[in-house]
């Protein structure tokens, strides 16, 4: 992690009178630059509170928990706010319900963009890197979360 992250993360625990060996991890949303501004700035704005990833995005890093903090970072790599996931939950692509997309807080917040949305990017994950198809019985993680520090640095 930067200097940035870590002064960041401690000034969070700081805050919060946490130790500030307490685990997180920081990342930015999407896979460009845009995305990551876009949707970094709907979690400040509270419309943002779940994300999801395709199971097998995860076969080299462990998967989230409940209770986990994350350092939401801009396209820069700066941090935006911290975030606790309060549920996460693994389920067939086909098992996404409206309330959450509505939670991912994108586009019209329907089920249907969710999941046209979704299908584009995971199907391009699994073509690109792991040389498969993407199908409706593929598991997602979707993580619910709550952002407990907003200050930006």
């Known amino acids: 992690m930067s200097q940035t992250i870590d002064k960041y993360w401690r000034s969070?625990?700081?805050?919060?009178?946490?130790?500030?060996?307490?685990?997180?991890?920081?990342?930015?949303?999407?896979?460009?630059?845009?995305?990551?501004?876009?949707?970094?700035?709907?979690?400040?704005?509270?419309?943002?509170?779940?994300?999801?990833?395709?199971?097998?995005?995860?076969?080299?890093?462990?998967?989230?928990?409940?209770?986990?903090?994350?350092?939401?970072?801009?396209?820069?790599?700066?941090?935006?706010?911290?975030?606790?996931?309060?549920?996460?939950?693994?389920?067939?692509?086909?098992?996404?319900?409206?309330r959450h997309a509505e939670k991912e807080g994108e586009g019209d917040l329907s089920l249907t963009y969710w999941r046209n949305t979704h299908w584009h990017f995971f199907s391009k994950y699994h073509t690109l890197e792991l040389e498969k198809e993407f199908t409706e019985d593929d598991l997602v993680v979707f993580e619910t979360f709550v952002v407990v520090y907003p200050t930006t640095v």
């Open 12 to 98: 969070f625990c700081q805050s919060k009178g946490m130790p500030a060996g307490t685990a997180y991890s920081a990342f930015a949303f999407g896979d460009s630059a845009e995305m990551a501004d876009r949707l970094g700035q709907l979690v400040l704005s509270g419309k943002k509170t779940g994300t999801s990833g395709a199971y097998d995005h995860y076969a080299e890093e462990p998967l989230p928990e409940k209770g986990d903090y994350q350092i939401v970072l801009n396209s820069q790599g700066e941090p935006l706010c911290v975030i606790q996931n309060t549920d996460v939950d693994i389920l067939p692509f086909r098992e996404i319900t409206a």
